[in-house]
């Protein structure tokens, strides 16, 4: 079935260094949309960023990602950590025909040291 | 702004209680799922509802929840008898099903279950 990796289950970094969060996904479909949400202490996922479209990036509050379907990746990233950017991470499928059911990964939390 | 509205917030049941939480779409949207979050772990697919049809669920959901979303502007989520298992947090979302590609399902604030 469709299913969606996170190899991460908790990413620790120093203010200012580059994130990367690790997504690849699995899905007999040709056309699935990808999304990361981020969820803050006590809040709901947010979306961050979305994607259909191959080999394209797409930007969004410093955060970047792009779908690679060859790999059936897309790693979320940034260039600089902020203590803000503190939370969980899920990636996430769907399909076309129902964008609205998402298949998550088991998410990674994200922790900036000053 | 848009919003999803979930209530109660928090919710406290014994064992073998019967449990209910509302949902509230964002105006407009007629698709509603919902999904369980464990100790921020991952989110679990329960159930979804098209036009206030139930379309898909989980097996769990078909022996042991009660769903129904009884008008495009409320939709309910119920357990019938409550598991120390069933604490956890319930997370609605909705959308609009179209050809936008530019849109995302958009979650509520949640409804906590704690069973004791």
């Known amino acids: 079935g469709d299913s969606v990796t996170q190899t991460e289950g908790l990413v620790t970094l120093t203010e200012g260094l580059p994130v990367m969060l690790n997504c690849t996904y699995q899905?007999?479909?040709?056309?699935?949309?990808l999304f990361w949400y981020v969820q803050h202490l006590n809040e709901s996922p947010r979306l961050l960023l979305k994607s259909f479209t191959d080999n394209k990036r797409t930007e969004h509050q410093g955060f970047h990602a792009t779908l690679h379907k060859s790999s059936s990746s897309f790693h979320l990233q940034k260039s600089s950590a902020q203590l803000s950017d503190s939370a969980l991470y899920y990636c996430?499928?769907?399909?076309?025909?129902?964008?609205?059911?998402?298949?998550f990964g088991q998410g990674t939390k994200l922790s900036i040291k000053p | 702004d848009a919003a999803v509205t979930q209530k109660p917030r928090y919710l406290i049941k014994m064992k073998g209680q019967e449990a209910e939480m509302k949902c509230i779409p964002e105006k407009g949207h007629t698709a509603v799922f919902w999904y369980q979050q464990k100790q921020s772990k991952e989110l679990k697919f329960l159930i979804y509802?098209?036009?206030?049809?139930?379309?898909?669920q989980i097996d769990m959901v078909k022996e042991r929840f009660s769903a129904v979303c009884p008008s495009s502007s409320l939709c309910s989520l119920g357990i019938r008898t409550c598991e120390a298992e069933d604490s956890a947090l319930y997370l609605c979302s909705s959308i609009c099903p179209g050809t936008d590609n530019n849109q995302a399902p958009l979650f509520g604030e949640g409804t906590r279950l704690s069973v004791l």
């Open positions: 509802f098209q036009n206030q049809q139930p379309l898909d």
């Open positions: 996430a499928l769907s399909m076309n025909y129902n964008q609205g059911k998402l298949i």
């Open positions: 899905t007999i479909y040709s056309n699935p949309f």
